[in-house]
């Protein structure tokens, strides 16, 4: 809203009744639609309270699409019974994905007039395998591993540890997994981005020495 200048003479219908002096007509600019209309008002109107953004309504369609962490899915297993060798690939993996964990996750929100549609998909997911070594990202919910693969390194996702996790918490490395979502959105004739960073899981796996038989 912005004060008019000059102000309307006495008599005009966008007084609303009232005379000059009697507070100040003002223009309103509706940005969603283009219209400008005439507002009289007693006081001058409080801008900090001017609604929401076309942004700030892509943030509420996020909200209804309950993003999560990628289910964490690797091999060895993250299982009492299982243990990985040290120097042999480990396979990570995006276990029983769907559209809250690997996107694509479509919403709508509107509020103050303004409707927003908004589109999240899982840019990458950081793994940090507990060994201290660098984070593996991996830009694909990976591949699982099957039997048949047999040591052959994953495709698009994995690593391999130089140590064991003897002497670690349980003697296990704690693996943990951090989605990062790409939110495009388009409302009120205006398009953007917001990125989301964050949402992690865990899960802890045993990796051990190879024993060496020795006659």
């Known amino acids: 809203m912005k004060l008019m200048d000059p102000q309307p003479p006495a008599g005009d219908t966008a007084w609303q009744g009232h005379e000059p002096g009697d507070g100040a007509v003002y223009l309103c600019y509706q940005p969603q639609t283009g219209i ?3 507002r009289w008002s ?3 109107p409080d801008q900090s309270g001017a609604g929401p953004t076309p942004r700030d309504v892509a943030q509420l369609a996020i909200a209804t699409m309950d993003l999560k962490a990628v289910r964490i899915g690797i091999a060895p297993k993250a299982s009492e019974d299982s243990i990985g060798i040290v120097g ?3 396979w990570m993996w995006a276990s029983q994905p769907d559209t809250e964990t ?4 479509t919403a709508t929100a509107s509020t103050a007039g303004i409707t927003v549609v908004a589109t999240a998909t899982l840019a990458r997911v950081t ?8 984070p593996v990202i991996c830009r694909k919910p990976g591949t699982p591993y099957e039997s ?8 698009d996702c994995g690593h391999t540890y130089m140590t064991s996790s003897a002497g670690e918490e349980d003697d296990r490395f704690t693996v943990t997994a951090t989605s990062s979502w790409i939110v495009s959105w388009e409302g009120a004739g205006q398009v953007g981005t917001i990125r989301l960073n964050g949402l992690t899981r865990t899960t802890r796996v045993a990796i051990g020495e190879a024993q060496v038989l020795v006659q």
């Open 36 to 38: 400008v209309l005439f």
């Open 42 to 44: 007693a006081d001058p």
């Open 88 to 90: 042999m690939p480990v």
């Open 102 to 105: 690997v996107g694509p996750a």
């Open 127 to 134: 793994w940090d395998m507990g060994d201290g070594t660098t």
């Open 148 to 155: 048949r693969f047999g040591n052959r390194s994953s495709p």
